[in-house]
Structures are given as C-alpha cells and as structure tokens.
C-alpha cells in the first residue's frame, strides 16, 4: 500500500472524532434550556405533571426501568442538566482537537513523503 493511500486512511480516522466533536458541541450549545424530568414530575401541589419542570416543582423522581433510583428538586435537576451541556461541550471540544491535530499531523506527513 502507498503511502498516499495510508495518509488519506489515516487522515479520515482522524477526520471521524473531529466530526463527533462538532456535532457534540454545536448540540450542547443549541440544548434546550428546559428543565426536563427524566421520570415521574411531581408539583408543589404533589399531583404528578407532564411536561418540563416549573421553579417550585417539589420533586422529580429519576428512574430506571420502573424503580426510582433517586429523587431530586428543580434546582437539582436543573444543575444536572447544566452540567451535562458543560461537559458535552467539553468533549466536544477535545475531540475536534484531537481531530484536527491528528488531521493536520497526518496531512503534513503524508505532503513530506510525497514530496
């Protein structure tokens, strides 16, 4: 195998998590800012509610299957979201790094042994 056929290989491996990596970023920074229950809404008034959260929701109840693993209030829910829109973006933002740098190595190499 060349090492032109090699380089592109390589190029597009590196090409994949730069890819991801956006796509991880530009969803984390266009994630809705509802507050979203991931099992069963309960309301200050204890009646269970569809729908996102309210500032004085009194209880969300986290579930997994159909046991509830933990419950948590509308500030806690909402920091939990936040923090997996932080970290998403996070992510993101390494892997294009390490995309582009691994695209850009490989580019290089590939224009040095060609030459």
Not at 43 to 60: F, L, N, V, Y
Not at 86 to 112: C, E, F, I, K
Request: aromatic share 6%; net charge neutral.
């Amino acid at each position: 195998m060349s090492s032109v056929k090699r380089g592109v290989g390589l190029l597009g491996l590196f090409l994949i998590p730069l890819v991801w990596g956006a796509v991880d970023l530009v969803s984390s920074l266009t994630a809705s800012s509802q507050v979203l229950c991931p099992g069963e809404n309960v309301g200050a008034d204890g009646e269970e509610r569809p729908g996102p959260m309210r500032p004085g929701d009194s209880r969300c109840s986290v579930l997994d299957g159909s046991h509830a693993v933990a419950t948590r209030t509308y500030e806690q829910q909402r920091w939990v979201q936040s923090d997996a829109r932080h970290q998403d973006a996070g992510n993101g933002v390494l892997l294009m790094a390490y995309g582009a740098t691994g695209a850009l190595l490989t580019w290089r190499y590939s224009r040095a042994v060609g030459a």
